[in-house]
C-alpha cells in the first residue's frame, strides 16, 4: 500500500470486549471485514487497536505478529493508531479509577507502551505515522498535596524521556515516525489544555531536555525537536466538552504552544440544561445511565464558574440539579444523534472541529470512540456492526468528503 496526504479515519476497538490476543483478534475477524466492505470496499482501511498489556505480551509471542501482519495485508487493512491508556481489564469489571493503573509513576507503563512501540513498528506501513495514546500521567485524586504532585510531575515527565530515547531509536532503525500521544481526561493529572501545556513546557521539555541531551549526547535544540516529534496530544473532544473548552479553540493553542496533535478522538458527551426539565424525569433518566464500571465524571456551569463531581453517583446523590444552568457528562455517546429524549450531545463541538480541519492541519489521524450505545432510543437501535458504519457515514457526511479521499491506494 502507498498513501497520499489526507485523513487516516478508524474507530476504536476498545468497544469490543476482550483482554486477551485470542479474544482481541476474534473480535477483529468478526467486526472489521464487514465493516471496510460497507464503508469503504476495494480500498484500505485503518484500525484504531486498542491491546492490553496481557493481549500485547501474547501478540508478540510465537508468530502471532507475523500471522497478524499477513491477516492485515490479505484484508487491505492497516493499523496507524493504538489505544494505549487502559493497561488492564476494561470490559465485565469494574474499571473507575484503576483505568490509570499503573500510572507513568511505574516502570510498568514504561514496559506496556515500549511493547506496543514495537508492535507498532511491524504492522506500521511506511510512509505513515504511527500514534499511542496513553493516561494523562495519573488520577489527580490520589494526590493530596502540592509536593506529591510535583513528584508525580516530574517523575513522569523523566519516563516520558526514556520512552523518547526508544522512539529515537525506533526511527534512526526503521525510518518509521511514531510518536506517545498524551490524552487529556477530567480529573486526571493532565486534564485539560491548560494543564497539557503547564506538563509539556514545565516538566516534560526541562527534564526531558536534560536526560536526552546527557543520554544521547545531542544539542538541546535536537533534544527538544526530538521531545515536539515523539510527544504529542490525544485531543478527545468529549473530555474537552465536559470540561466546558471550546475544542477550536483548544486546538488552535496548542498550535500556537507548537504541541503537535497526535490525533483527534471523534466522542461526544451527554448535557443537560434544568431549566424547564421535569426534575424527577430527569432523575430516572441519570439513575439509567450511572454504572459501577466506568468513571462518569460531571461538569456543571454556573455564571462562569464551573461545579465538578468524580462520578456521576456524587451528582446523584447531592441532587443539586438547580445549582448550574447545564451541566455535561463523561459519556461516549454515539456520534449521530443529537438529542437523546430529555438529554442532548455535544455533537456541535465535533462539527466545529471539522469545520476547522478544512483549513487547519491540525492532524491526519482521526479516530471514533463511541463505546457507549446502551442511550439510544429503541426506535435507533441496531446490531453493533450497522452503529459503527453509521458513525463513519455520518462523519463523512458533515466533513463532506468521499472516504476514498482520505487516503489513496
Not at 469503504?40 to 485503518?46: D, L, S
Not at 426506535?379 to 458533515?398: G, P, R
Amino acid at each position: 500500500m502507498t498513501f497520499k496526504k489526507g485523513f487516516h479515519l478508524t474507530y476504536c476497538t476498545n468497544i469490543h470486549p476482550g483482554e486477551t490476543w485470542d479474544e482481541t483478534f476474534g473480535n477483529l475477524k468478526e467486526y472489521i471485514p464487514s465493516i471496510k466492505e460497507k464503508v469503504n470496499p476495494g480500498r484500505p482501511f485503518g484500525i484504531g487497536l486498542r491491546l492490553s498489556d496481557i493481549a500485547a505480551r501474547e501478540l508478540l509471542a510465537n508468530d502471532n505478529l507475523f500471522r497478524f501482519r499477513q491477516w492485515l495485508e490479505a484484508n487491505g487493512l492497516y493499523v496507524f493508531t493504538i489505544n494505549g491508556f487502559p493497561y488492564g481489564g476494561f470490559h465485565r469489571t469494574i474499571v473507575k479509577d484503576k483505568v490509570h493503573l499503573p500510572d507513568w509513576n511505574s516502570r510498568e507503563r514504561i514496559e506496556y507502551t515500549a511493547r506496543l512501540i514495537k508492535i507498532l513498528n511491524i504492522l506500521l506501513p511506511q510512509g505513515v505515522e504511527g500514534g499511542i495514546s496513553t493516561s494523562p500521567v495519573s488520577y489527580r485524586h490520589w494526590f493530596k498535596t502540592n509536593e506529591q504532585m510535583d513528584h508525580v510531575l516530574r517523575k513522569a515527565a523523566f519516563h516520558f524521556a526514556v520512552v523518547v530515547e526508544y522512539l529515537m531509536q525506533v526511527k534512526s532503525e526503521s525510518g518509521k515516525v511514531i510518536h506517545l500521544d498524551i490524552e487529556p481526561e477530567p480529573d486526571g493529572i493532565v486534564e485539560d489544555t491548560r494543564g497539557m501545556i503547564n506538563f509539556y513546557n514545565n516538566w516534560l521539555l526541562p527534564v526531558g531536555v536534560k536526560y536526552l541531551s546527557e543520554i544521547r549526547k545531542v544539542s538541546t535544540q535536537e533534544a527538544e525537536a526530538a521531545i515536539r516529534e515523539h510527544i504529542r496530544v490525544c485531543f478527545d473532544v468529549c473530555h474537552a466538552s465536559v470540561v466546558f473548552e471550546n475544542p477550536v479553540e483548544m486546538l488552535m493553542r496548542y498550535m500556537k504552544e507548537k504541541i503537535r496533535i497526535g490525533k483527534i478522538q471523534l466522542s461526544a458527551a451527554l448535557k443537560f440544561r434544568t431549566a424547564g426539565t421535569d426534575l424527577k424525569d430527569l432523575t430516572s433518566k441519570l439513575r439509567s445511565l450511572s454504572d459501577k464500571i466506568y468513571l462518569h465524571q460531571v461538569a456543571g456551569m454556573h455564571q462562569g464558574e464551573i461545579k465538578r463531581y468524580k462520578d456521576l453517583p456524587d451528582m446523584l446523590n447531592e441532587k443539586e440539579f438547580t445549582a448550574c444552568e447545564e451541566w455535561r457528562i463523561h459519556y461516549h455517546v454515539p456520534l449521530f444523534l443529537s438529542t437523546y429524549g430529555i438529554l442532548e450531545s455535544t455533537q456541535e463541538d465535533i462539527l466545529n472541529v471539522f469545520q476547522l480541519l478544512q483549513h487547519q492541519s491540525v492532524t491526519n489521524a482521526l479516530e471514533i470512540e463511541t463505546y457507549t450505545w446502551s442511550v439510544l432510543p429503541d426506535e435507533v437501535k441496531m446490531d453493533l456492526t450497522e452503529s459503527i458504519v453509521n458513525e463513519f457515514k455520518w462523519v463523512l457526511d458533515s466533513m463532506k468528503v468521499q472516504y476514498q479521499n482520505l487516503w489513496i491506494k
